[in-house]
């Protein structure tokens, strides 16, 4: 039988929406050859394995899912960093990202959402409610939090459809009250988790999970650095794409293939190759997360003459930047460690948030960039306000910056390539 075939068989078990999902596998490989193969050269030739991965996104990596499923692994959908992957590791579970990058889902929450809601949270309930997700379909659980309002409000309407436990994230940083209520949160969602997995959460599980996914994330952290170089080893699409494959691969296989990635983009920059000329713009980019397979403005601005070597968002820095000691010899000891690590992630949920300011600072000197994106949503409160104070900032501090407000929808491209263009223009 051929692997079509098979997938199909699979899917439609899964009660995917056959007839709409062939339509996004259809379109997807077009989009991909026009921002990744067609526009870009001299790729570091590790790169094929994401290049595989993402072609077959709802292939592979489901059959490991559907067989992890039948040798009683649980699977856990989560939509942010905030939900830490380990405890879902400990547990001997799955964690998958499942924020969509894509307006293609759209159809499916006319009347269920209001239009004011941002792209993010469209698209991802928009593949679930459109059964066209077969991560979704396959979640034993969804994970959502209590980090902005858009969010908050999802999860009603995605416990209509699916199992879901909200986790209550703090608003507020720096007080010992948030602290203890975050740690407190973290014991009742194991509880929950061990109630689904039908596993218990022992201090040894929970520290080798930790020490796995601090590896994943130091793999991650050692491609960026090479990114620090001039040129740099790596565009900012192939990073953004390591990333996004990060949130829904086997943990050990990242650990291994991302490593492989590291090691080359080390040597190119050891010999001075680059995948753009020495001098090009360099962009740090700034906001909210981007989504498999939202591409759109690292497209625009690596196919205008500059070139993206940092995201400061949850698909870049934010993702791994914080760490923690791997030091505790009770679960509640390790859950310490793991809040205090998932409270110095700067999101701008929270308040105050000057931290992000500093981090944005600190990252534009060590990655020596020309310039500063700073990247929201429409109908995403949060980033909008810090964007404005961010944009002051940051001019104070002698950066150069370009506010960018927008969507997944084509139509603004051209408008905002403009806008880039001119922006690289000024940069010195
Ligand atoms: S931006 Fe904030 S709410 Fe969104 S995934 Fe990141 S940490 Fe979570
Ligand atoms: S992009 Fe903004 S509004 Fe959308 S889910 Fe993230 S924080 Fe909420």
Known sequence: MAADDTNHQMWEKLG??????????GVLPTIYKQVYV???QNRPKGMGFFEFVIGDVHGIRIKELVQAKADGKMIVGTFCLYVPDEIIVALDGVSIGLCGGTNFSNYAIEGVLPTNTCALIKSALGFGFGKICP????????????TCDGKKKAWEVLAKNKAVY???TPQLKGRTQARTHFIDELKALVKQLEDVSGKRLTAEKLRDAMEKISKKRAQLRRVY????????PISGKDSLLVSQIAFYDDPDRQIEMVGKLADECEERVGKGEGVVPKDTKRILLSGTPQAVPNWKLHDIVET??????????CTGTRYFESTYELKGDTVDELLERIADRYLGINCACFSPNTARTDDIVRLAREYNVDGVLLYTLSFCDPYQYEAVSLENDLKKAGIKVLSINTDYASEDAGQIKTRVEAFLETLQ
């Open 16 to 25: 995917i929406d056959l007839a709409k999902h062939d339509q996004l596998l």
């Open 304 to 313: 205008s003459g500059g070139v993206i070597v940092c995201e400061e968002t």
């Open 166 to 168: 909200v986790m209550e």
């Open 38 to 40: 067609d526009s870009q």
């Open 225 to 232: 650095e090479t990114r620090k170089a001039n040129p740099p």
């Open 135 to 146: 991560y979704y379909a396959i979640a034993d659980i969804l994970v959502g939090e209590t």
